[in-house]
């Protein structure tokens, strides 16, 4: 109902690609922000990305800078998150969530994560 569904995550090896999926009801999707987290384990959860209600407004970690990228079809009520030139320290659960403005945003609907491992 209310909880995004996330998916897409695998294994990868480290220079590969993986494209996730966050996947919401209208009611918890439309002009609501995005945002993708994850966390590794033995640390606590981290932005990532997110991306406003429009499309329009796209924030990145510095960490994933250049690397990934976050975008929003709000006709099919998802947002994508490719990943390019996966490393190992970006092994985690990823999440989504609901974003509520303005930036930087209040997150409160979360999915149950999908796992990203990527081998070195």
């Known amino acids: 109902q209310v909880q995004p569904v996330e998916s897409g995550g695998g294994l990868v090896q480290a220079g590969g690609s993986l494209t996730l999926s966050c996947a919401a009801s209208a009611r918890t999707f439309s002009s609501y922000a995005i945002g993708w987290f994850r966390q590794a384990p033995g640390k606590e959860r981290e932005f990532v990305a997110a991306?406003?209600?429009?499309?329009?407004?796209?924030y990145y970690a510095d960490s994933v800078k250049g690397r990934f990228t976050i975008a929003r079809d709000n006709a099919k009520n998802t947002v994508y998150l490719q990943m390019n030139s996966l490393k190992p320290e970006d092994t985690a659960v990823y999440y989504c969530?609901?974003?509520?403005?303005?930036?930087?945003?209040?997150?409160?609907?979360w999915g149950q994560g999908t796992q990203v491992t990527v081998s070195s």
């Open positions: 991306i406003g209600w429009s499309g329009g407004r796209k």
């Open positions: 969530a609901r974003g509520r403005g303005p930036a930087p945003f209040d997150y409160d609907y």
